[in-house]
T-cell receptor, first 111, second 114 residues
Framework: SQKIEQNSEALNIQEGKTATLTCNYTNYSPAYLQWYRQDPGRGPVFLLLIRENEKEKRKERLKVTFDTTLKQSLFHITASQPADSATYLCALPTGANNLFFGTGTRLTVIP | NAGVTQTPKFRILKIGQSMTLQCTQDMNHNYMYWYRQDPGMGLKLIYYSVGAGITDKGEVPNGYNVSRSTTEDFPLRLELAAPSQTSVYFC?????????????FGPGTRLTVL
């Protein structure tokens, strides 16, 4: 069955550093991969989508890479700020209409 | 635009009771989804709809029912509530199919079944 593993349940980093979150998947060859942010008590919010033919995508301080050989996506937040503290979810399409979500990595940026 | 709205925000049910979770979107999106999120688990798809009058099962549909009579509304019905249905429920919508388009999520309904 399809499986998504996000590198760790929690990640703490110092303000100003680059946070790197990992999403590994197995038994699947997705055409796209999405990243979402979820704050406590709220619904997920879409951040970025990267396609299999795109090696890298950027949006402001965010950068996503997609390595279909390693079956891995890396999500980077540069110059991290305490306001970046949240849970970050990766999601892969399964079938025609569904997204399969990972369990997420809880990021804490320490001032 | 209000986006995706859900009611109620919180609800406590007794075992065997029924209830309907409401979801409305004002973005004229064709696709709508219901997920549940348990602690330490990823979002699990319960049901989805690709347009008014069309619904289909997701990964965990047992114990739930849906209907889609309008583009805007996609209620989720729980019949005979069980403790295993204690969870946070999220409704989402997208303009295109989830594959290539972002999903917009509502704020969630926290349900406890005792």
């Amino acid at each position: 069955s399809q499986k998504i593993e996000q590198n760790s349940e929690a990640l703490n980093i110092q303000e100003g550093k680059t946070a790197t979150l990992t999403c590994n998947y197995t038994n699947y060859s997705p055409a796209y991969l999405q990243w979402y942010r979820q704050d406590p008590g709220r619904g997920p919010v879409f951040l970025l989508l990267i396609r299999e033919n795109e090696k890298e995508k950027r949006k402001e301080r965010l950068k996503v890479t997609f390595d279909t050989t390693l079956k891995q996506s890396l999500f980077h937040i540069t110059a991290s700020q305490p306001a970046d503290s949240a849970t970050y979810l990766c999601a892969l399409p399964t079938g025609a209409n569904n997204l399969f979500f990972g369990t997420g990595t809880r990021l804490t940026v320490i001032p | 635009n209000a986006g995706v709205t859900q009611t109620p925000k919180f609800r406590i049910l007794k075992i065997g009771q029924s209830m309907t979770l409401q979801c409305t979107q004002d973005m004229n999106h064709n696709y709508m989804y219901w997920y549940r999120q348990d602690p330490g688990m990823g979002l699990k798809l319960i049901y989805y709809s690709v347009g008014a009058g069309i619904t289909d099962k997701g990964e965990v549909p047992n114990g739930y029912n849906v209907s889609r009579s309008t583009t805007e509304d996609f209620p989720l019905r729980l019949e005979l509530a069980a403790p295993s249905q204690t969870s946070v429920y999220f409704c989402a919508s997208s303009k295109l199919a989830g594959l290539s388009d972002e999903q917009f999520f509502g704020p969630g309904t926290r349900l406890t079944v005792l």
